[in-house]
């Protein structure tokens, strides 16, 4: 299973475009929470502020350039605090002005009110409301099996098969909102939550970007948005695929020119991916079924140096019969960039000409792709 995040729990770009920067505050109310407690205001891996809670109340304030989703997050008593082993945070939209953020006992609960920015955010999280709730229904539904059943390969498939049409509502309603407000930061934000999710297609996601307002596009989330979507449009189905060099376990010195002539998977995948270790088997049975009829696969490994020995050990355990290669550069493989891949199992379906044919394979999907494509 391919693990799903909700949109605009996500890291967003840090801003470089030199513009006014504008004053914003974060004020907050949490009922019965009392000291020692802090919230910390996080973007990315940097903290921007952070205030004690006194009476259940805090006051957090900095400047930024354009208007940034950014978490809230409660320690309580020396340690994060927890719901369920989630942590207790909630998202918001850094914009001028004051953001009131307000709950009876935990940020996992709290309210928001705001400016513009803050109202567009709470609609999209209306249309994403009824998906989640079925999401959060499915999985305490998982919760209740045991877990011997849970390791069944059926069980696996029909959990990764709802997540992933789970993740494709979430892209849709993110979609229809970006298209319906080209001008708000929300959209531009929601449209780099997707790419988390799964691997969006150029066709979807390069008109929806080329549709936002200029000043989005500009802005300096919007500029690195653009080359994932120039990125995308690299590895289109029809494009030629992007050429790379890696080396095998031993050494060996393995080009994907070397598959011209030949339909090749392309898998990526890591010994530490539990969702790709569950995927192998169905990889096995396609090459099996399918190696004598000019069909190869190339792995491409997300291990890195340290990660060497289990890189190996996982090639014996799953018994992958095809060729292995990687940087050991972990997920900043230089293929990983070329490929536009930001979560695995991922893969890509390339014909005899080096164009693609289909990517994102899984399963019965990946069965389907080469019957028919290769004869």
């Keep these: 299973m391919k693990k799903f995040l909700l949109p605009l729990l996500l890291t967003v770009s840090s801003l470089a475009q030199a513009q006014t920067p504008f004053s914003y505050t974060v004020k907050g109310k949490l009922g019965n929470v009392s000291a020692p407690a802090k919230v910390y205001l996080v973007r990315g891996s940097s903290v921007l502020d952070s205030a004690a809670v006194k009476n259940g109340a805090f006051e957090l304030k900095g400047k930024t350039t354009e208007p940034v989703s950014a978490s809230l997050i409660l320690r309580k008593k020396g340690r994060l605090n927890t719901l369920y082993g989630v942590l207790d945070q909630t998202r918001l939209f850094l914009e001028p002005g004051a953001v009131v953020v307000t709950s009876p006992d935990s940020l996992a609960h709290a309210s928001l009110k705001g400016g513009p920015v803050t109202a567009d955010y709470l609609r999209l999280q209306e249309l994403f409301k009824p998906i989640t709730a079925n999401m959060q229904s499915f999985s305490d539904e998982l919760q209740q099996i045991p877990e011997a059943q849970r390791q069944a390969p059926a069980f696996r498939e029909r959990m990764q098969t709802a997540f992933e049409a789970f993740n494709k509502q979430l892209a849709a309603a993110a979609y229809a909102f970006a298209r319906s407000n080209p001008k708000s930061w929300v959209s531009l934000d929601a449209l780099m939550g997707m790419q988390m999710l799964d691997l969006p297609a150029y066709a979807t996601v390069g008109p929806v970007y080329e549709g936002l307002s200029s000043q989005l596009r500009n802005s300096a989330a919007g500029r690195e948005y653009g080359e994932l979507v120039k990125g995308l449009k690299a590895v289109a189905v029809g494009a030629q695929a992007p050429e790379f060099t890696q080396q095998t376990p031993d050494g060996k010195t393995v080009s994907l020119r070397d598959y011209r002539g030949k339909y090749v998977l392309v898998d990526f995948w890591a010994s530490w991916c539990g969702p790709c270790r569950q ?79 289909a990517y994102n394979l899984k399963g019965e999907g990946l069965q389907a792709a080469l019957a028919q494509y290769v004869k």
């Design 279 to 357: 995927e192998n088997p169905a990889v096995i049975k396609a090459y099996n079924e399918y190696k004598d009829r000019n069909f190869d696969v190339l792995s491409v490994s997300f291990d890195d140096e340290k990660g060497r020995a289990n890189w190996l050990k996982a090639i014996a355990e799953d018994q992958l019969p095809w060729t292995q290669v990687s940087d050991l550069h972990g997920m900043e493989n230089e293929v990983a960039r070329l490929y536009q891949i930001h979560s695995i199992p991922q893969n890509y379906l390339i014909d005899p000409n080096g164009k693609i044919l």
